[in-house]
């Protein structure tokens, strides 16, 4: 039988936060390149927004595969050669001159990203959690992730000012390698062996694509996907660009926020910062009501503060204010998504049943990040870009509330 421990702070869930926080504080803050790389080539916004959705879509094809390598070769092995992806891109993308080698390049960084990110890691923290922690657990590891987002892109902001874009990258390199000191600590519960009238993994994959619920979740984290990837890609140049228009000098200089570039940063921070408890708050609600429920209010709640903020004229205090709030459900959506699929279909192929349905988030993912660089080329604006992530929110609300949330009775 598969071990797991009932306390909650456990070795293997401290390892994974610690991977997927620097995983993470390095991709939450490629937006912060945005005007940079830009800037140097003299690149339309589209060029480098095409290679961050190209990093997205790749992360999303990754999930699946990494989980799937896991679940055959073991989960260390598959953080270490998703770490390896991750920094061979970050270094090559430091030398890179032309679209075409970013945009090539962010596909080993987006496979890096599935190798070290939530796939791979919630799969670990489910499998070592007991079934009374287990949501909770994957909301503290969910939010590591945003406390990822808390430190990348002021970091990676404060260090391009200082040194430039490229050296950066390979600052970055050095750092998701310098964590896989923590892999030890990872002693991970193994699977039961599998007997042998118990179904593969295979016949479980069909069984949960004939579901209707499964494809109701699947099609439900396309827009967290969507509006995530646009936020973190452009809402830097958003708030750069249009927050200059209105107040372009001393912007709340008494927080020390004295530029509108040093306020994208610190936007993208405070919803990471405010996710940690958001996060960890939807996986102690997992536990003691409806999963999908709780994801159709978070989508609908989002949906209301996108619309109120493109409504309001955009100042500093509407920046801070819908960071706080857009924070507070940012990745919630994921302990709860994970722990549907867990909850409907079981642990022992966890990792792939939800890597596939991260899939769909990454291609939101890539939508949003695509369209909002090629859009604002079109537009000379993020409006329209930014009303269609309002309806994706709407639709996803609608699809969660059909999911049957009991356990798939899988055929032998």
């Not at 919803?271 to 209010?297: E, P």
Request: net charge positive; charged share 10%.
């Amino acid at each position: 039988m598969t071990t797991t421990n009932t306390k909650m702070l456990t070795p293997v869930l401290i390892a994974s936060c610690l991977v997927i926080l620097v995983s993470l504080s390095i991709r939450s803050s490629f937006g912060v390149f945005q005007i940079p790389v830009a800037s140097t080539f003299g690149w339309p916004r589209a060029e480098f927004s095409f290679a961050i959705a190209i990093q997205n879509l790749a992360w999303g094809i990754g999930a699946p595969i990494f989980s799937a390598f896991a679940e055959r070769f073991g989960d260390r092995r598959a953080i270490i050669l998703g770490a390896l992806f991750y920094a061979v891109g970050l270094v090559l993308s430091s030398y890179a001159v032309t679209p075409e080698q970013h945009q090539l390049l962010e596909i080993l960084v987006g496979f890096g990203i599935a190798g070290t990110g939530f796939g791979v890691i919630l799969a670990v923290v489910g499998r070592a959690s007991s079934d009374k922690n287990r949501s909770m657990s994957m909301g503290i590891a969910t939010a590591a992730g945003s406390g990822g987002q808390v430190f990348g892109p002021p970091i990676a902001e404060y260090l391009i000012n200082r040194i430039g874009w490229e050296p950066v990258f390979l600052i970055f390199a050095v750092a998701i390698l310098a964590v896989l000191c923590v892999l030890p600590m990872m002693r991970i519960p193994a699977h039961a062996p599998r007997k042998g009238d118990e179904p593969g993994m295979g016949q479980i994959l069909m069984q949960a694509l004939r579901d209707p619920s499964y494809t109701l979740i699947f099609l439900g984290f396309f827009s967290c996907g969507y509006q995530l990837g646009f936020v973190t890609a452009h809402f830097p140049a958003l708030i750069t660009e249009m927050c200059s228009a209105i107040n372009p000098n001393g912007i709340l200089a008494g927080l020390g926020i004295g530029t509108t570039s040093a306020l994208g940063a610190v936007a993208i921070s405070v919803i990471g910062l405010v996710n940690i408890v958001g996060t960890i708050t939807a996986g102690w609600l997992g536990n003691r009501y409806a999963k999908k429920n709780l994801l159709a209010f978070i989508y609908l709640a989002r949906t209301i503060a996108a619309a109120a903020f493109i409504l309001l004229p955009i100042t500093p205090a509407t920046v801070l204010v819908f960071s706080l709030v857009m924070g507070s459900l940012w990745l919630a959506t994921v302990p709860l998504t994970s722990g549907l699929v867990a909850q409907i279909y079981g642990l022992r192929y966890m990792g792939t049943l939800y890597g596939i349905v991260f899939l769909s988030h990454q291609i939101g993912s890539f939508f949003g990040v695509w369209l909002g660089g090629r859009l604002y080329d079109l537009n000379g604006n993020y409006n329209l870009v930014w009303w269609v992530g309002v309806g994706v929110g709407a639709f996803s609300a609608l699809v969660h509330l059909p999911i049957r949330e009991r356990r798939l009775e899988l055929a032998i």
